[in-house]
DNA sequence: AGCTCTTATGAATCATTGA
DNA sequence: GTCAATGATTCATAAGAGC
């Protein structure tokens, strides 16, 4: 039977990592705290500090990172005295000036922002997911990213009613009305670097996480079974969790106690439903299953 | 009457705004040329002298610009080697330090664009549409650009019952609630800062013009009527006939002769279609209207 | 199961007030 | 004078309840 690992260790990534080997992970994928918000408990302070504070912490992500590996980085600036801070695009240059090749940028549409509106200003419904590599030779699965046709003709269009068919259009695009032409006769599509999705609510322990759907979609399409995954900055353990699903090992990070229980409980918790799988009448199951649907 | 004027000037714009006094226009939206043959007759901009040669240009549109005014940079940058270059994120940095605001980065989704990919890269369907401005109290006019509202809403106003009217305050705090009278009697939602946009297909004298729609829901929200508009790298005309339908001034400039030429045809043939109403049998309507649907 | 209807809430931002 | 805390604004989504 295969081993997989998910390790959740507490401590600053920046002193972690330098236990850790060079080359080891294949994937790098993470969502930092935000200037201004956890980062204070990194040293970190505001967003005028905050690729100074970055920037050793990246030099470790690069020595870890497989020659043939990726890191993705999920951030978003954040607006200071009406303007956008430029805290995340000097960070882009002193990333290239360290050795990465800024390769890609992805972004994240959040379908379902935060709703506001001010006097010189719309609602923010979009993140950055910048891709880095060490090579242009990267490892890139993109055949699994793809969409399947018939699953997605299924499931979205059973879900969505007809004027949801309809809003979707208008709203969102993708041609989706007008195209249903193309695709018959098609099983697959290749995605664009534009990713739809919704932030997950109803997570009350943790403030900051991104949706599943978001590390799931590039742990696929940078990883195979049995690849090495790290979260540096872990939360509550969305990166590990997926990636244990999909059958990937993984190490998080976090400097919060607090966090490292969250992760540590949500890896631990998978794993003991799988063991129970096999007696499927334990009697925790129930409570277990509730906790799982919480989270 | 109202007079509208929409002037296209050959040359480059750099020369031509001398001419221009301060604090001219209430909008500058373009769509500069980055590595096409427009850009060698400027003097030659390869990625890595971008900045250097957009500067200059950028300091007449700060000049020319009112106070209150914006500026609508759409633009994406390449990709050199592999990797994203960084001349853009660059030129962010440096307007900064000749005195704009970066105020916010649109995202325009271009969601009809071809599915394809290559080795290591999907399709790019995203452009960034960079707004700057002069000082934080700038003009915006949020009402012109509301979209329809969702679903939930229209069916929640049917049932607004004695409780609605009160507000409800979020259990987690942040100061968020909703208050639900607020919605009675509207259908309209505001948008985000990303724009689901169609490109427009089958332009065969231009090859990398926007789609109206940009300019149209950009004019909508940073002008009124009469307002004066500027592109300073016009092509085949978009901005100043978007300006015209909508019954803005405007001024377009474009270094090229030939496409001084399609934007002038395209804005007289406005105005001549307007005189026509009149008397709607002229003799040249027919290879008018040809002409109208190609563009 | 498969609908419809209801409800909570999300990495937000700005103006105002108080220290 | 600066800086921190508070109040006001606002909508798409998914889970949960009800039929």
């Excluded at 046709?149 to 979707?168: Q, Y």
């Excluded at 969305?238 to 990070?253: D, F, H, K, M, Y």
Aim: contains cysteine.
């Amino acid at each position: 039977m295969r081993t997989l690992e998910s390790i959740i260790k507490q401590g600053d990534c920046l002193e972690v990592l330098q236990k850790y080997p060079d080359n080891y992970f294949d994937l790098i994928i993470t969502s930092p705290p935000y200037a201004d918000c956890r980062a204070k408990l990194y040293g970190g302070t505001s967003p005028d500090d905050y690729v100074e504070w970055f920037l050793p912490r990246a030099e470790q992500f690069f020595r870890v990172l497989k020659p043939a590996g990726t890191f993705v980085l999920n951030i978003k600036e954040k607006v200071v005295k009406g303007e956008r801070h430029t805290y995340v695009i000097e960070l882009i240059i002193e990333l290239r000036r360290q050795g990465w090749l800024w390769t890609e940028e992805f972004i994240w549409h959040k379908k379902n922002c935060h709703p506001g509106k001010w006097p010189n200003r719309f609602r923010d419904a979009w993140e950055r997911c910048l891709q880095f590599n060490k090579t242009r030779k990267f490892k890139m699965y993109q055949d699994a990213v793809m969409v399947p046709m018939g699953d997605w003709a299924k499931t979205r269009l059973k879900k969505l009613g007809e004027n949801d068919v309809i809003r979707f259009n208008s709203q969102v695009g993708s041609g989706f009305g007008k195209n249903i032409a193309n695709w018959v006769g098609r099983d697959k599509a290749y995605p664009s670097n534009v990713l739809h999705l919704a932030t997950e609510t109803g997570n009350r322990n943790h403030g900051a996480t991104f949706p599943h759907d978001l590390p799931e979609w590039f742990i696929k399409l940078f990883t195979k079974e049995d690849d090495w995954i790290l979260d540096p900055f872990v939360g509550c353990g969305t990166v590990c969790e997926v990636a244990q699903n999909l059958g990937r090992n993984s190490v998080g990070i976090d400097i919060l106690q607090e966090y490292v229980d969250l992760a540590r409980d949500k890896v631990n918790e998978k794993e003991m439903l799988l063991c129970e799988a096999i007696a499927p009448y334990g009697k925790n199951n129930k409570k277990r299953n509730n906790r799982l649907h919480r989270t």
